[in-house]
Structure formats: C-alpha cells, structure tokens
C-alpha cells in the first residue's frame, strides 16, 4: 500500500551519509527518488549494480531501483532489483525482504510475500510488514487464508486480517468457524475439524436454582418432555449411521451460571444449540450465537420480533406474524363471510397475535366486529354477545367466524361445552392445542365447527407419526406429550438442513427450499425466514386433519 512505501523514507537517511565521496549519478539518482521521479531515477541506479566495481554501493543502488520501482507501480521490476540483495548479509538485508514482500503483494504473488516475511529478523521491520500484510489481506478470499493459516500464523497482521474475513462473512463453513475459534484461542485446530459430525448442544432450565439436584427435574414437566423428544431423535440418528454429538446443558435459571456455561469450549464446537426457553436467558444466549455465528433454535416460543434482524437467531414454531398471516390466508379462501369476532387470552402471544389479526383482517377487507381478552369467566359471555345461544341457528349470528386464541383448557372447555348445546355452525378457529384437550370429541358435535390453526401441528395419523409413539413407549413406558413431539421433530428439522451432504450452512440451506415435509409434523417453511411461516388451518373431516383449500 502506498502508506507503507511513504515509511521508507527512513531508510534514505543512512544512505546519505554511506561515503564522502558518492558519485555524481549516484546521488543525481537519489535526487529523482526523493522528488519521486522513479523513471528517471531507474536507469541511473542501474548504472551502480555491478559489485566487483562499486562494492556495498551496488547493494544500495538495487534497494533504491526497488523503493523507485514501487512507486512507479512496477513490481516485477522491483521484484528482480531485491532479489539481488535481500538474501545477502548486509546491513540493510531485513530491509530488502521488507520492500521485497511489498514488491509480491503488489504483484498479487501473496504466498511468496508471506514467505519473505517470515525470513525477517530485526523487530521494527518486521512490525511495518505484519502492517502491510494486514493491509493487503484484509480483503483476500477466505479459503486462501485459512489454509495457509498454520504456515504463517506467527505474522500478526495476518491473523487480524484473517479474523477480519471470516467475520465479514454472513456463513462460515465448518473448516472457516475452526480456524475462527482458533484465532479466538477456542482450542479447536484446523486439522481436527468437525466436518463429518453434526454437535448439538441443548441449554434448558432444568432446575430452578444453582444449587438444585439434578433429582430435582420433573419428569412430567414441559422441558423434560421437550428433551426426551430431542435425546429420542439423536439416539435414532446414530441408529442410522449418522455422526452426531449431544451435549446437554441446565441453566438452572441463574444468568450467572448460564454465561459462565457459555465459556465452555464445547459451545464454540456446536452446529446448532437448542435452548433456552425464558426471554432473559435466550437474550443472552441469542447474542453469543449472533457473536460466534452457531444458529440458535428457541424451541417453544411464538414471540420472534426481537429476532427479525438477527442471523443466526430461530424460532422453531412460527411467528405471531407468520400466525396471523396463516389466518388472513386461510379466511379469504373460505368465504364465509366478512364479519369476524377474535377473542384471545392474556398471553403475550394470544394478545399480540389477536390485535395483529384485527388489523390485518381490516386491511384485507373483512369486519372485525368484536374483539375481547377473554378469560374462563367471561368466555361464555362473549360467545352468547356473537349470538351464539342456545335455541338459535346460524342465520341469527351476529358473525361469520369466531377466532379464539388461546392454549388454555380452562377456557376451551366451556367453549366447548356451548357449542355441544346449540345447532350454530358457524367456523371456529382455535388453536391446534385444543386438539390434545381430552374434553373435546369433535366428532360428536352436529355441525365441524371448529379448525384449528397449525403450531407445528403433529401429524396424528402418519406413519411415522406412528412408528415414533411405538419406539418412544417401548423405550420410556409412555407415549411422547406434545412437547415431546416438538423436540423430536426439531432434530429431525435440523439434521435434514445441516450435516455433511448439505453442508453446515443452515440459513444457506433453508434458503434452497420453500416448503419441506415433516417427519412427525405437517412441515416447515423458514425460506428467507428465522420461523416456520408454514402455518395452515386444519379441519377434522372423518377424525382426520386435512388442510384448508
């Protein structure tokens, strides 16, 4: 670069004095380097190289043909000139390696700059050249830098300019994250590189506190359900011959415990970390993901706004966004009317998606003519305000088609009940979890009032679906919960996206695809997306789900 050709002046100052009596070319020469006028100056150094004749001067005079030769943007010339004297013992020889990497920069001949920097012994001017490999490397292609990392990572400014690359980069591929971590002294070489086997790393709060015992974890609690789920499908992955870790982690809900977890090496090994749940928890560990660029799957939750401009950050359900659009889309291929009631607990999902769904609906054209928080109190009270009562038929109702949202059986049953008392078929649409409320026969209702928007919706009557009940009691005595389902489903989701036949670009790899079935769910679609914006509606027609046309 032309700020490190400008650090040169330094050494014409020890040549000035080199003699009492310099010849009158010699020093015309210099007159014309220092005014910069290096095609005059050339020819007139050329004139001193013969040793046998000018000695030591000879060695001056090629040093000089090199800094001219620069600076008129003439490498290969410059090259030629220091090869003369950069491998001669003299007193400016760590000097002439010095002009002479500059020289192979220049020429894009970066290997052999390397190489010469390496021969350099005097510290200050090995410090200038480290400088200008920084500044000529900063910008070389990733793959170039990191296999020749161990040959040359004793020079500092390659190393910055290395880390400098692979965090320009949006993807890293297994071999660029190695050589990453090593620059960050994560203790992972280039040569024992994972590319083969797929490392997931699970963080959940699996007890309460610091100090609880593992004796502690329920087994009938949500995140160990959501576990078995995850350890099911890993032991099946190795049953298929595939490579593939499994490291598990409890945050025991102590922000100090968890950061200091996420010094652990094995969290820089990950392909992908699973976990936490808690809002608090999955901030910090989002942004170590961002940081280290491994993809983090919050496994459980709807609320993904504050992840819509993260990289590497996942909601493995969809959005409340995705949810509500699912809605809007299902409704206007239905037709059954334009007048919509929504009512929604007071979860910060069921809330948020329920004034997002009024506004998207008004904009689409329909009437949202109610909306309530509703509760086990009041559910009944806003049903019979849409007309919903008994001894009265659809064509007294006040709507078209009620939404509620919510996950609450408390709730749901209630809902239920009414509508087993009235002959009302007006649509429904609940959340697919009401499908798990063992208070609810749909098919025993006179009119299939109620569809259920997807939230990773199993797929009850697959195969596989099947298959997975049979193995998972066999090896646990009971059949998976929901929350089991999910677990298992989201490995599945990930080794099909990442693994040594795709590689281990996730986001890359989603990108390839829209719609991908699922194993034990309907599918996904997370293109372009950081949460599955596969979201349809489902109706029951003969005790199965099928889609919404």
């Known amino acids: 670069m032309r700020k490190y050709f400008l650090l040169l002046s330094a050494f014409f100052i020890i040549t000035v004095n080199f003699a009492q009596n310099i010849p009158a070319d010699y020093q015309k020469a210099q007159n014309f380097l220092n005014s910069k006028n290096y095609w005059e100056a050339m020819p007139l150094f050329r004139e001193f190289l013969d040793a046998d004749k000018y000695g030591n001067l000879s060695n001056y005079a090629a040093f000089h043909i090199g800094e001219a030769a620069l600076g008129a943007n003439q490498p290969e010339q410059a090259i030629t000139a220091l090869r003369l004297v950069s491998e001669k013992v003299w007193t400016k020889s760590d000097e002439s390696k010095y002009l002479l990497a500059l020289a192979y920069f220049q020429n894009q001949q970066n290997q052999e700059a390397l190489k010469t920097i390496k021969g350099i012994k005097k510290e200050s001017v090995r410090e200038l050249a480290e400088n200008a490999t920084f500044e000529y490397l900063k910008q070389t292609s990733a793959s170039f830098m990191v296999a020749n990392l161990q040959e040359f990572k004793e020079n500092k400014g390659y190393t910055a300019a290395l880390k400098m690359v692979l965090e320009s980069q949006t993807i890293l591929s297994a071999t660029e994250r190695a ?143 995705s949810l509500s659009r699912g809605v809007v889309d299902a409704l206007k291929k239905q037709g059954w009317g334009k007048k919509v009631a929504i009512g929604y607990s007071g979860s910060s999902r069921d809330e948020r998606t329920g004034l997002l769904l009024k506004d998207q609906l008004t904009a689409a054209g329909f009437s949202v003519i109610d909306e309530q928080q509703v509760n086990p109190r009041n559910v009944i009270d806003f049903l019979q305000r849409q007309g919903i009562r008994t001894g009265m038929d659809s064509v007294e109702l006040e709507v078209d088609q009620i939404i509620l949202l919510t996950d609450d059986p408390s709730i ?114 997370f293109q372009n997306s950081n949460n599955n914006r596969y979201v349809p509606v489902f109706k029951m027609e003969e005790g199965e789900l099928k889609p919404l046309q």
């Open 179 to 321: 050589a990453y971590y090593e620059l960050q002294g994560n203790a992972q070489g280039v040569n024992t590189v994972k590319d083969m086997v797929l490392d997931f790393v699970v963080i959940l709060p699996f007890t309460s506190s610091p100090n609880a015992p593992a004796s502690s974890v329920e087994a009938s609690s949500f995140v160990f359900e959501l576990f078995q789920g995850i350890k099911f499908a890993v032991n099946r992955l190795k049953e298929e011959g595939k490579q593939v870790t499994l490291h598990t982690f409890d945050s025991k809900r102590d922000m100090n415990h968890l950061s200091e977890l996420l010094k652990d090496p094995v969290m820089a090994k990950a392909d992908a970390i699973i976990g936490p749940i808690y809002q608090d928890e999955v901030d910090l560990v989002s942004s170590f993901a961002e940081t280290s660029k491994i993809p983090l799957i919050h496994p459980l939750s709807n609320l993904g706004e504050r992840f819509e401009n993260t990289e590497y950050t996942y909601l493995f359900r969809p959005s409340v966004a």
């Open 412 to 525: 749901a049953q209630p809902t239920f009940g009414l509508m087993e008392s009235v002959n009302a078929s007006v649509p429904f649409l609940v959340m697919d979890s009401w499908l798990g409320f063992n208070f609810a026969n749909y098919e025993m209702l006179e009119f299939p009032n109620f569809h259920f928007i997807s939230n990773n919706t199993p797929r009850f009557h697959a195969e596989a679906m099947q298959q997975f009940k049979d193995n998972f009691y066999a090896q646990n005595l009971v059949y998976p919960s929901l929350n089991a389902t999910i677990g298992r489903e989201l490995v599945f989701w990930l080794s099909s996206n990442m693994g040594p036949s795709k590689g281990f670009d996730l986001r890359r790899n989603l990108d390839q695809s829209a719609f991908q079935t699922g194993k034990v769910t309907w599918g996904f679609n």
